[in-house]
């Protein structure tokens, strides 16, 4: 199996695409104003005690005040708050954390209100973003990630991942973190870091050590509350931290500034890979070219087409997600119709948990199989989809079928869940049912290129349209694309754009800023 990574930059957010054999598994949408990410870290204020929920909420800037949780504050937060004192204490000189004194771990089954009051400052760090109605999710136990280790300040174990089977590669990589890295300093050596030599580790060790030292002289030197001290690496970067493996065949981004912060990021973790890393520098929009914006289109609606007429109809609930198998309009197996529903139901499995890393849906979801008679067919049906689930990277748990013929999945949930909307809206009469006649459409186009070009003095842009548009402006020897640039220059280029609907336009001037035309007064 190949993968590939593809980034779409656009002025108002960023959309990365992960590809699996050339078929699309995972999706995600990021705007690039966007300042809620997991992993960011803020100086905060508790603004509200909860005894009876032994939780407090605090304020970090958001419209909803974030939720800590008593079991949130992490076991050595006497000494973190400790230390937080003393950093308060001097706002010049910082005091060193390799030389704080540590105290011990706070009661399991103890109560914030002993703990915290209102008002008091501390640090947290977003654990789950803000879904639905409820605001983000906080902890006070720290960690920076990094690929290969995860640091954690106010502790002083060494864990190792326990999908490392090999005891002595366990034992080494112990040892070997025990004996690099500094006192009040914990770490979680991930999976990756098998077979890893001592310089790499100590490598990323000592990036993770800079990042802490630069969090709390933000905290040292804060003028106002709530402020973000530390800021979780971009999105892409983020992504192929956790993602990068070496069946990657080609990471395609679109825009020159995230394509160096990717190959700087490459360079850093595979030296030897950062070839891979390429810029697209086609006239067609990125996902067109990869056959990408059809895959959305098709897989992000309220029913999913998989084989052989068979669908499924997804639903989202404020509770669970509930997903329906039907066999549509297949004709029945020549064997009857429990070879007909087991062979429904293992393609749905395959494509369900194919959308759920795609939606990246997570919570309760609840599938409703085609009904089977045969006990070894349903337990078939389960190990499909415990095997199809393993590629996952999320927190999952699935329950085999049940005497109902439902099966039930629990998968973590830390963002709320990719919502493509697939319905496109009239972009001529906004919804009112009628238009002016659509063979006019061409002439609204010339009338606004001929605008840009003799009024506003834009002579160079690019015009998007529908395919079956650019279809028809290119037909015949002499199309209407070639009358117009012979008419108004060749700096007019026209090209097709698969997110478009049927009548919709878009012109993007040189520096890739979008023209606004929609409000000009259409010429009649």
């Known amino acids: 199996m190949t993968s590939e990574l593809v980034i779409d930059v656009q002025p108002k957010e960023i959309s990365i695409a992960l590809l699996e054999d050339k078929s699309l598994v995972e999706l995600q949408k990021e705007g690039r104003t966007a300042s809620f990410n997991v992993g960011n870290m803020y100086l905060a204020k508790v603004k ?14 958001f419209g909803k005040d974030a939720f800590l949780h008593y079991l949130d504050l992490g076991p050595q937060f006497h000494s973190y708050e400790k230390y937080l004192k003393q950093v308060f204490s001097d706002r010049k000189k910082l005091f060193p954390i390799t030389k704080a004194s540590s105290l011990p771990d706070i009661e399991k089954d103890g109560s914030i209100s002993n703990i915290l009051k209102q008002g008091q400052e501390i640090i947290v760090q977003i654990v789950k973003e803000p879904i639905s109605t409820k605001g983000p999710r906080l902890t006070c136990e720290l960690s920076f990630a990094g690929r290969y280790l995860v640091l954690i300040p106010f502790n002083d174990k060494v864990s190792v991942s326990q999908k ?14 025990q004996s690099i890295k500094p006192r009040n300093f914990g770490v979680i050596v991930r999976t990756v870091a098998e ?4 310089a790499e580790l100590d490598g990323e060790l000592k990036i993770l050590l800079k990042h802490w030292e630069e969090t709390i002289t933000k905290v040292q030197r804060y003028s106002k509350l709530p402020t973000l001290v530390y800021e979780e690496t971009s999105r892409t970067v983020g992504m192929l931290r956790d993602l990068f493996n070496p069946s990657y065949e080609n990471i395609y981004v679109n825009n020159d500034i995230v394509f160096s912060e990717i190959k700087d990021y490459v360079k850093l973790i595979a030296p030897e890979r950062d070839n891979i890393v390429k810029l697209y520098k086609g006239e067609l929009p990125i996902f067109d070219n990869f056959a990408i914006t059809k895959q959305i289109k098709s897989l992000f609606g309220k029913t999913v087409s998989y084989k052989s007429g068979a669908y499924l109809i997804i ?3 404020e509770a669970l997600h509930v997903v329906d198998v039907n066999s549509g309009n297949r004709s029945k197996a020549g064997n009857g119709q429990e070879a007909n529903a087991i062979d429904v139901n293992l393609g749905a499995a395959d494509e369900l948990a194919r959308q759920l890393r795609l939606r990246d849906m997570g919570g309760i979801i609840v599938v409703d199989f085609i009904d089977m008679g045969l006990a070894e067919n349903r337990q078939k049906l389960y190990e499909r989809m415990c095997q199809n689930m393993q590629k996952d990277r999320a927190k999952h748990n699935i329950l085999p079928l049940s005497k109902f013929g439902l099966m039930q999945i629990t998968r973590q949930r830390v963002r709320p869940a990719m919502d493509v909307t697939t ?9 009112k049912g009628k238009i002016k006649s659509s063979i006019l459409f061409t002439d609204t186009l010339e009338n606004k290129i001929d605008y840009l070009v003799n009024k506003l003095k834009i002579k160079r842009f690019t015009l998007y349209i529908h395919p079956y548009i650019d279809a028809y402006l290119s037909k015949g020897l002499i199309s209407l694309k070639r009358k117009w640039q012979l008419k108004y220059g060749i700096g007019i280029k026209i090209f097709p754009d698969q997110s478009l609907a049927f009548l919709q336009y878009r012109f993007i001037d040189i520096e890739g800023e979008e023209i606004d035309m929609k409000e000009e007064i259409e010429i009649k």
Not at 48 to 58: H, R, S, T
């Open 164 to 177: 490392i089977k090999s005891s002595e590669e366990r034992a080494r990589l112990k040892q070997l973190l």
């Open 195 to 198: 077979g890893k030599r001592v």
């Open 423 to 431: 319905d496109e809206d009239c972009p001529v009469c906004f919804g």
């Open 48 to 61: 509200k005690m909860m005894p009876g929920l032994n939780a407090c909420f605090v304020d970090v800037g």
């Open 315 to 317: 639903e989202h609930t």
